[in-house]
């Protein structure tokens, strides 16, 4: 089968999620949104809706920690890049109609005491995340003690504020979130180092 297939597959899973859950999605309506024959999924993954599940979660976890990393890209500090991130995370909310949040955060809430290949496809997408901040803030000039802490702090924070978004159909506590986020970041930059000071580029 065409591997364009298997991106319509992907993509229109990771779309689901991202509305209704893991739970709610069901084999048939995925291959009726993705347009693919039935037999098309065990094609591609032959472990069925969990594996499909795994891989939406893994791939889905990269788009956005690309997302990240393009906003440093294009950032002049670390301060302006966690403020750009969150603003930018609390337009694309709004614009989706608060339906297109974080399928990772969803699916684990969900399954992550049910199926372990879920739980841990939820898990090393986390990791990448905080290994990439963490590395982020490190390259600024913060203990690298703290930038763990400041990961966690921040996507703590942007994880809570979409639950918030998506239940009161407001794009403000993601908005809050990013000033709690942006305050934690920039208390804990050296007192050496300009909060201005332009961070090494983010590691993928």
């Known amino acids: 089968m065409p591997s364009e ?18 739970v ?4 048939k309506q995925i291959v009726a949104e993705a347009r693919a024959p039935f037999g098309s999924i065990y094609h591609f993954f032959p472990g069925g809706k969990e594996e499909l599940g795994a891989e939406v979660i893994r791939e889905s976890g990269a788009m956005y920690l690309q997302l990240f990393v393009e906003i440093a890209a294009g950032s002049t500090d670390v301060v ?5 991130f969150f603003t930018e995370a609390a337009k694309d909310i709004e614009a989706s ?6 399928p990772i955060a969803t699916v684990a809430l969900e399954v ?16 990448s995340w905080l290994t990439a901040a963490i590395e982020y803030f490190a ?13 966690f702090e921040m996507l703590s924070l942007l994880e809570g504020a979409f639950i918030f978004s998506r239940a009161m159909r ?20 050296p007192t050496t180092t300009s909060p201005s000071r332009r961070a090494r580029r983010v590691r993928r």
């Open 5 to 22: 297939t298997r991106d319509r597959i992907v993509e229109t899973t990771a779309d689901l999620f991202r509305r209704q859950g893991y």
């Open 24 to 27: 709610a999605t069901g084999i």
């Open 80 to 84: 302006d890049t966690v403020s750009n």
């Open 139 to 151: 390259s600024a000039g913060m203990d690298r003690a703290r930038a763990r802490e400041v990961a």
């Open 97 to 102: 109609g608060y339906e297109d949040a974080c």
């Open 170 to 189: 407001t794009p403000e506590p993601v908005l809050i979130a990013g000033r709690a986020a942006v305050a934690s970041v920039r208390a804990a930059l």
């Open 112 to 127: 992550a005491s049910s199926s372990e290949p879920l739980r841990q496809a939820t898990a090393d997408v986390f990791e």
